[in-house]
T-cell receptor
Framework: GAVVSQHPSRVICKSGTSVKIECRSL??????MFWYRQFPKQSLMLMAT?????????EQGVEKDKFLINHASLTLSTLTVTSAHPEDSSFYIC?????????????FGPGTRLTVL | LAKTTQPISMDSYEGQEVNITCSHN???????ITWYQQFPSQGPRFIIQ???TKVTNEVASLFIPADRKSSTLSLPRVSLSDTAVYYC?????????????FGKGTTLSVSS
């Protein structure tokens, strides 16, 4: 099946620094990717829709200047958490849909655990 | 988007059949029902999808009654490795490729 990878899998940073998370579709092209955030014991929360070659669409309440999304190619989307603070510590997950697969079938990356000290 | 309601948690023992029911009273004509599984510290994984009646694959079965206001995910003979969170989602077939909206999910705990 289709594979979505994320890098890094885990990152620890100091408060005030910026962190970049990569999401790659390894064996298919994805014009659209999605970024989610998941806090402990909670469900996934959609942050934004990443569109190749255009601006991302952010969900209400997600600061676009803090969570910078770039989708420069059909296989790579990046999420940069700028000036990270402890409250940004979370599990960040990306996903993409493979054309021709099930209607609501998407492939998720393994996630990136961000810890801000 | 139709809202879904699932039990918060369920407990089972190895070898038993587990049925997780999801309510989606406001499901629309074009909506499909999809289930995902998520292990701790991993991304969700697609399990099964259906529109009506019964769908079966190598992992699970999905039962959808005629009124489609609910659905039941059936896991036959669960093992310890089936301990996970299971999410029921309802999505419009005409909006395939849009983001998935996750509810709270059902935490299934399987014991020996």
């Amino acid at each position: 099946g289709a594979v979505v990878s994320q890098h890094p899998s885990r990152v620890i940073c100091k408060s005030g620094t910026s962190v970049k998370i990569e999401c790659r579709s390894l064996d298919f092209q994805a014009t659209t990717m999605f970024w989610y955030r998941q806090f402990p014991k909670q469900s996934l929360m959609l942050m934004a829709t990443s569109n190749e070659g255009s601006k991302a669409t952010y969900e209400q309440g997600v600061e676009k200047d803090k969570f910078l999304i770039n989708h420069a190619s059909l296989t790579l989307s990046t999420l940069t958490v700028t000036s990270a603070h402890p409250e940004d510590s979370s599990f960040y997950i990306c996903s993409a849909r493979v054309p021709g697969t099930g209607i609501n079938e998407q492939f998720f990356g393994p996630g990136t655990r961000l810890t801000v000290l | 988007l139709a809202k879904t309601t699932q039990p918060i948690s369920m407990d089972s023992y190895e070898g038993q059949e587990v049925n997780i029911t999801c309510s989606h009273n406001n499901i629309a004509t074009n909506d499909y029902i999809t289930w995902y599984q998520q292990f701790p510290s991993q991304g969700p994984r697609f399990i099964i999808q259906g529109y009506k009646t019964k769908v079966t694959n190598e992992v699970a079965s999905l039962f959808i009654p005629a009124d489609r206001k609910s659905s039941t995910l059936s896991l036959p003979r669960v093992s310890l490795s089936d301990t996970a969170v299971y999410y029921c989602l309802v999505g419009d077939a005409n909006q395939a490729g849009t983001a998935l909206i996750f509810g709270k999910g059902t935490t299934l705990s399987v014991s020996s």
